[in-house]
């Protein structure tokens, strides 16, 4: 096949045609295309090695996948199947992609937990890295010699959060003349979704400038001002018997109304560093299915539990169910005043089985004057029903300083 046409926005076609380049890169913001059109360029490499004769693996990786749902399987499928002189050349199951002739595969992994099982992977032709944002340096410095057939290459796609990340100083900020970067935004995709621009544009009439640049239009989000844990917090993985140096747990609980979440939060405080370690996330969770939530956290009944008090009637049902369960203390400025104290320990570290939680760290926020943008000393509504119950789990470690009104 001399020439083909390929459904890839024209900004990209120079990062796949220019030549001598080992790692191919693009960074942006939602609704790009980037993703799409990697999946796609994949199943090209894919289909020129048959034609080539040469046999290996099409390795797509994340920093955490733990099934096969989490990965690119389903990205690509769809990709290869947009294009039929592709789909008439791979043999697509449930679980797995290859080339008609079987002498390319597709190989998915988590990099975080399965480094040492890539290196045996068959000759990997190509690996394509994407959510690349939080993959570690350790891990960069392991998977790049595993990527060594001649040839060979590895791509890259993230959505940056971090100015300094390592993804962000290997392939943005490097200097390295194998690498070619792109920026990619929803301004440079020409198939940018009507109901996606609809999401866009209630985002810039509803969120602040500094989130919707970098949900949008791929800026950093680090160190903001408005962010309430900027600069304090980091999502790191660590034993799971780490707590038993520990004094003792915590366990802190908000509950959900209509629209929000019921919360329940474990951590542990070593030192000056308070560990977060497990949560229990339901939403629209009735309250007869609340014991069964909480149950998922284990050693949930062997130790206190600190909540929301404003609901005690919800707390009356969880003491009857068997849980050890009082409710914290308020007063006025005890919002504030539990801030000050999250902000007080050295580090707060966020295991990363808790998604809500380090999402939520991210984006909770204090208000912003819409017209100029000056942080208000006033918390944003939502994005907080995690750090609510961190808050009560840490009752009676948070001291009374502040005099004034309650911030919500």
Avoid at 187 to 205: C, G, M, S
Avoid at 378 to 400: P, Q, T
């Amino acid at each position: 096949m001399s020439s083909v046409q390929l459904p890839i926005p024209a900004k990209l076609a120079p990062l796949f045609t220019a030549t001598n380049k080992r790692y191919r890169c693009s960074h942006g913001g939602r609704g790009s295309a980037k993703t799409r059109t990697f999946a796609l360029m994949t199943a090209v490499k894919a289909y020129q090695a048959m034609m080539n004769g040469e046999s290996g693996v099409i390795l797509c990786a994340r920093e955490f996948m733990n099934s096969l749902e989490e990965s690119s399987m389903e990205e690509i499928k769809q990709a290869i199947r947009s294009v039929p002189w592709l789909a008439a050349n791979f043999d697509i199951g449930e679980k797995y992609i290859r080339t008609i002739d079987r002498s390319v595969s597709y190989v998915f992994a988590g990099l975080r937990h399965n480094l040492d099982s890539i290196k045996s992977k068959a000759r990997i032709l190509l690996c394509w890295v994407d959510e690349a944002e939080t993959v570690s340096e350790v891990a960069w410095q392991k998977l790049d010699p595993t990527v060594r057939e001649a040839g060979s290459e590895i791509w890259v796609t993230w959505n940056p959060e971090i100015d300094g990340s390592p993804t962000d100083k290997r392939f943005r900020k490097s200097q390295d003349d194998s690498i070619i970067t792109v920026e990619m935004n929803y301004t440079d995709n020409p198939w940018f979704p009507e109901v996606l621009e609809i999401v866009r544009a209630k985002d810039q009439k509803n969120l602040d400038p500094a989130t919707y640049a970098w949900v949008w239009e791929g800026a950093y989000l680090e160190n903001s001002e408005k962010q309430v844990l900027a600069g304090k917090y980091r999502v790191a993985e660590f034993g799971d018997e780490l707590w038993r140096q520990a004094d003792r747990l915590f366990f802190g609980a908000d509950f959900g109304f209509a629209k929000d979440p019921n919360t329940l939060i474990r951590s542990f405080i070593i030192g000056n560093t308070l560990h977060i370690e497990y949560e229990a996330y339901g939403e629209h969770t009735e309250l007869d299915h609340m014991p069964k939530l909480y149950d998922t956290i284990p050693e949930v009944r062997n130790w206190p539990i600190k909540a929301d008090s404003a609901r005690p009637e919800t707390i009356s049902y969880l003491k009857r169910q068997g849980f050890k369960i009082s409710s914290a203390d308020k007063w006025q400025g005890s919002v504030e005043d539990g801030i000050a104290h999250l902000r007080g320990f050295d580090e707060i570290i966020i295991h990363p089985r808790c998604k809500n939680v380090a999402k939520e760290a991210r984006l909770w926020s204090y208000k912003t004057d819409r017209v100029t943008g000056e942080v208000l000393p006033k918390l944003a509504d939502g994005n907080e029903h995690c750090w609510d119950a961190i808050r009560y789990s840490l009752d009676g470690h948070i001291k009374r300083k502040t005099k004034g009104a309650i911030f919500f």
